[in-house]
C-alpha cells in the first residue's frame, strides 16, 4: 500500500482542510470496509485518508419534527438497533442489515455506501426514495445535493477535491408514507446485488398521491426511475404495480457479467418492483 | 517518508502503548507490531472475516481497520478469549463438536461467536447462521460451527 497519512479530524473545517491539502490523493475514512480496500488494491494512491468518525455532525442521529438527519459517518447498526428509527424507517432497516456481515455493519454506513458510488450499492436507492437530501461541506462553504443527482458514474460523485459528505437529511415519513428496499443475490447473505429496487408511496386512502422507485446494479449508477411519476393519482393494484414494473424496466441499461445477465437483470426489476411496492403499500397501512 | 503514530489502547484488558505506520491495518498491527499473530489473514478485504477482533464492544474486520484508528479504544482478540488454564465455553465446545479443521477460520469464529452469545444468550438456528454470515469456513461445511456455538448457548 502507497505510504498515507492518518489525520484524525476533529470537526468538519479540519476535515476539509485536510482534504484540501492533498486534493485528489486524499480521501475521508469512515468504516474504511471500501475505501482501505481500495488502497491496498492500488486503486487509489494516497497520501492521506481524513478519519471522520470524530466528528459531531458526522456522528449525528437526530429524529426532529420534520425532518431526519444521519450523519455520514454513523454505521450501519445504529439505524437497525435503533427503535424509533426502525419503526419509521423500516426501509433504510432492509437496507442496513443486509450491507455486507455484522463486522461490516460495525463500521460501514449509509454515507459512505453513498460516497463510494456503486452502481450495486443497497443504500443509494433506499435514501433516494425517502427523498434524502446530502450535507456536502467543503473550502467554499457547505452546499446541498437531492441524494439522486449525487451519483455521476460508477465510483464516482459530485464530491470534488476538500470536500466531505457531512450527513444526510429526509423528510419524517408522513401517514400513509411505506417504503421498502429488497435485492437478489446468489447467496443470502454477505453478496452484492444482481439487481435491487427501493420503492416508496404516499397512500390517500387506496389512491397513490406519489411514489418514488429507484434501481440498483441495472445501469452505471442508482437510478430514480420515471415508473413513480406514473403511479401517481392512480389506485394501488396489482395492475397498476404490474405496469410500474414494465416502466422500471425500460429505464434500465444494464450490463451482463461475472453476476448476471442482462435479460436476468431486467427481468429481476420487474419481479423486484412488483414486490417492493407492495411492500411499501403494506407499510403505509400501518402507518396510519 | 511518513512517520509512525503514536497510538494508547486497551488490549485484551491490558493498557498498551505504541507506535505504527499510519497505512498499516489493524489486522498487520496485530501480527507485526504486536506478536498477537491469533487473528488470522484471510482473503484481506472485508469479506472472510478470519481477521475478526472485538473493537469497542463490537466485531470489526482487522484487515479494514487502520492500526492508528484504535487509539483510545478497548480491542479484543482471540489471544484474550481464555483465562489462564481455561478454555472459554465457546473453545470448549468448538473442539468437542470438532468445529474445525484446517483452524484458519476458528479465531474469527470463536471472536464472532462471544460476541452474540454476550449480546443474545439464547440465539435461534437461523439467528447464528446470519450473525456468522461474515465468517468463511472452506472446510467444515458450517454445520458444526453451529452445533458448536448452539451447545455453547445450552450449556451456558
Redesign the interface.
Request: aromatic content about 10%; overall charge negative; glycine content about 10%.
Given at each position: 500500500m502507497h505510504p498515507f497519512e492518518y489525520v484524525r479530524a476533529k470537526s468538519v473545517d479540519e476535515a476539509v482542510a485536510a482534504l484540501a491539502k492533498h486534493g485528489e490523493r486524499a480521501r475521508p475514512l469512515a468504516g474504511g470496509t471500501d475505501v482501505l480496500v481500495m488502497a491496498r488494491a492500488g486503486r487509489w494512491e494516497l497520501d492521506a485518508l481524513v478519519d471522520i468518525k470524530h466528528i459531531p455532525e458526522t456522528n449525528i442521529v437526530e429524529l426532529g419534527a420534520s425532518e431526519f438527519r444521519l450523519g455520514a459517518a454513523v454505521p450501519c447498526y445504529r439505524i437497525y438497533e435503533d427503535d424509533e428509527i426502525s419503526a419509521k424507517f423500516p426501509c433504510l432497516v432492509d437496507t442496513a442489515s443486509i450491507i455486507g456481515g455484522i463486522q461490516i455493519q460495525s463500521r460501514a454506513g449509509l454515507g459512505g455506501n453513498l460516497c463510494n458510488a456503486s452502481p450495486s450499492a443497497d443504500g443509494i436507492g433506499p435514501l433516494i426514495v425517502h427523498h434524502a437530501t446530502c450535507v456536502i461541506a467543503g473550502p467554499n462553504g457547505t452546499r446541498e445535493v437531492a441524494v439522486e443527482d449525487f451519483c455521476t458514474g460508477p465510483g464516482r460523485s459530485v464530491i470534488g477535491n476538500g470536500e466531505l459528505l457531512v450527513e444526510m437529511k429526509m423528510p419524517i415519513p408522513r401517514k400513509g408514507f411505506g417504503a421498502a428496499y429488497e435485492r437478489f443475490t446468489p447467496r443470502n447473505e454477505m453478496d452484492i446485488a444482481i439487481a435491487g429496487v427501493a420503492s416508496s408511496v404516499q397512500l390517500n386512502g387506496n389512491i397513490i398521491e406519489s411514489a418514488r422507485i429507484a434501481l440498483a446494479s441495472v445501469g452505471p449508477t442508482p437510478i430514480l426511475s420515471s415508473a413513480g411519476d406514473q403511479l401517481a393519482g392512480k389506485e394501488a393494484t396489482a395492475e397498476n404495480f404490474s405496469a410500474a414494473a414494465q416502466a422500471a424496466i425500460a429505464d434500465t441499461s444494464p450490463i451482463s457479467d461475472m453476476r448476471g445477465t442482462v435479460e436476468q437483470r431486467k427481468h429481476l426489476v420487474g419481479v423486484l418492483t412488483r414486490r417492493t411496492l407492495e411492500r411499501a403499500v403494506e407499510r403505509a397501512r400501518e402507518n396510519n | 517518508?511518513?512517520e509512525k503514530?503514536r497510538v494508547r489502547a486497551t488490549l485484551n484488558g491490558e493498557p498498551v502503548d505504541f507506535l505504527v505506520?499510519?497505512?498499516t491495518?489493524l489486522l498487520d498491527t496485530l501480527r507485526d507490531e504486536l506478536g498477537l499473530t491469533g487473528t488470522k489473514e484471510g482473503c484481506?478485504?472485508?469479506?472472510c472475516?478470519a481477521c475478526?477482533v472485538n473493537?469497542d464492544g463490537?466485531?470489526?474486520?482487522s484487515?479494514?481497520?487502520?492500526g492508528?484508528?484504535i487509539?483510545g479504544s478497548t480491542v479484543e482478540t482471540i489471544e484474550g478469549m481464555a483465562e489462564p488454564g481455561k478454555l472459554h465455553l465457546l473453545q470448549q465446545t468448538f473442539l468437542e463438536e470438532a468445529a474445525l479443521q484446517c483452524g484458519i477460520c476458528t479465531p474469527g469464529f470463536l471472536v464472532?461467536a462471544k460476541?452474540l452469545l454476550e449480546k443474545e444468550p439464547h440465539p435461534s438456528e437461523t439467528r447464528i447462521r446470519?450473525?456468522l454470515?461474515?465468517?468463511l469456513c472452506r472446510c467444515t461445511g458450517y454445520d458444526k460451527i453451529v452445533k458448536a456455538v448452539q451447545k455453547a448457548a445450552e450449556s451456558a
Open positions: - | 517518508m511518513v503514530v505506520a499510519p497505512y491495518s484481506n478485504d472485508g469479506n472475516g475478526t473493537m463490537r466485531i470489526v474486520d484487515c479494514c481497520v487502520l492508528a484508528e487509539d464472532s460476541a446470519f450473525w454470515s461474515g465468517n
